[in-house]
């Protein structure tokens, strides 16, 4: 992960202005949940454009996404239990989930271009005449027929 539980607990106090610290146990509870979902969306959201788990882990402006995300889920979360706390607009200011799509990766300020599949999270080819499934014989007459067990 880029960033660490008692960071985002600090932009959260500014932002829900509570600089004394956050009381709730709720908050004790969310925040590395929350820190948690962040990173998985930035791994995700750049895996599938191609990038590999060693570039993402690299990348010099994950940090910052991971808490703007990860602040994003505990205001939009927080915003159904207590909705007049803070400011709402702060909202579409964090939620950086769509900027994932075009946003450049670079590592020590160098572009990086992506050294993964693009479109697939994992690697290898969906469908073989290899598959698990496929009879030995390609003359065999249940091919293309449903499997019967």
Excluded: C
Excluded at 37 to 54: D, F, H, P
Excluded at 89 to 99: A, F, Y
Aim: net charge negative; glycine share 10%; aromatic share 12%.
């Amino acid at each position: 992960m880029f960033t660490k539980p008692a960071d985002i607990e600090g932009q959260l106090q500014f932002v829900l202005q509570q600089p004394g610290g956050l009381t709730a146990t709720y908050w004790s509870f969310m925040i590395p949940r929350a820190e948690n979902a962040a990173y998985w969306t930035v791994v995700n959201a750049l895996m599938i454009r191609g990038y590999t788990k060693a570039q993402i882990d690299q990348w010099d402006r994950g940090k910052e996404f991971e808490q703007d995300i990860a602040l994003w889920f505990l205001l939009s979360n927080h915003k159904a239990a207590s909705p007049g706390e803070f400011d709402k607009g702060i909202l579409g200011v964090l939620d950086r989930r769509g900027e994932l799509a075009t946003t450049l990766l670079t590592i020590s300020g160098i572009y990086q271009d992506p050294a993964g599949t693009i479109g697939q999270t994992a690697h290898g080819a969906f469908d073989t005449s290899a598959d698990l499934f496929v009879p030995d014989d390609p003359n065999d007459s249940r091919i293309g027929s449903p499997m019967v067990f």
